[in-house]
T-cell receptor, first 113, second 112 residues
Framework: NAGVTQTPKFRVLKTGQSMTLLCAQD?????MYWYRQDPGMGLRLIHY???????AKGEVPDGYNVSRLKKQNFLLGLESAAPSQTSVYFC????????????FGEGSRLTVL | GENVEQHPSTLSVQEGDSAVIKCTYS??????FPWYKQELGKRPQLIID?????GEKKDQRIAVTLNKTAKHFSLHITETQPEDSAVYFC???????????FGRGTSLIVHP
């Protein structure tokens, strides 16, 4: 039982490049989330999904797109990376929405030069 | 939407002392308040949570208290140990279609 796994763990991009972060969970959770963590800013929600085929915007969605084609996977895409997107990205999943534990992945450190 | 304020941003204590981290929330309908611990370079993990129908919950050396009237809740760690050093995040949410909102985190440093 791996829980929540993210790939890649580290990535360096140049401004304007694109990339996709993959999150996979094996707990059959309905709800999945993408957060970014920056020093002193806590965990800020980028996008989330309440089920296969659905996505919704969070607090800081600009510059990101997501897709949830399969229940176990939640993809975060950067179409044209900017230095302001340098951050640590965490995926999470939960069985319930709003009142339940979030299970986080190990994080993906992205640097945009 | 919900707004969660967390204080202090940094807390330094001696081993064996107690540590208290406080959070306030804005949405009176919030009814679930988890605390997450994030060790350096690791993922956040839930350490304790409380729901609005109780005022206090304990788990060994950690406890959380909730004051619904004042809309604040606190994490208490007694007999701190070096392995308690981490960043602690509080959050608030309510059931249904609402997403947990996190505080900005408190960096706890326990000196041996």
């Amino acid at each position: 039982n791996a829980g929540v796994t993210q790939t890649p763990k580290f990535r360096v991009l140049k401004t304007g490049q694109s990339m996709t972060l993959l999150c996979a969970q094996d707990m059959n959770h309905e709800y999945m989330y993408w957060y970014r963590q920056d020093p002193g800013m806590g965990l800020r929600l980028i996008h989330y999904s309440v089920g296969e085929g659905t996505t919704a915007k969070g607090e800081v969605p600009d510059g990101y797109n997501v897709s949830r084609l399969k229940k176990q996977n939640f993809l975060l895409g950067l179409e044209s990376a900017a230095p302001s997107q340098t951050s640590v990205y965490f995926c999470a999943s939960s069985r319930g929405l709003g009142t339940g534990e979030l299970f986080f992945g190990e994080g993906s450190r992205l640097t945009v030069l | 939407g919900e707004n969660v304020e967390q204080h202090p941003s940094t807390l330094s204590v001696q081993e064996g002392d107690s540590a208290v981290i406080k959070c306030t929330y804005s949405d009176s309908a919030s009814n679930y308040f988890p605390w997450y611990k994030q060790e350096l370079g690791k993922r956040p993990q839930l350490i304790i949570d409380i729901r609005s129908n109780v005022g206090e919950k304990k788990d060994q050396r950690i406890a959380v208290t909730l004051n619904k009237t004042a809309k604040h809740f606190s994490l208490h760690i007694t007999e701190t140990q070096p392995e308690d050093s981490a960043v602690y995040f509080c959050a608030a949410s309510r059931g249904g279609s609402y997403i947990p909102t996190f505080g900005r985190g408190t960096s706890l440093i326990v000196h041996p």
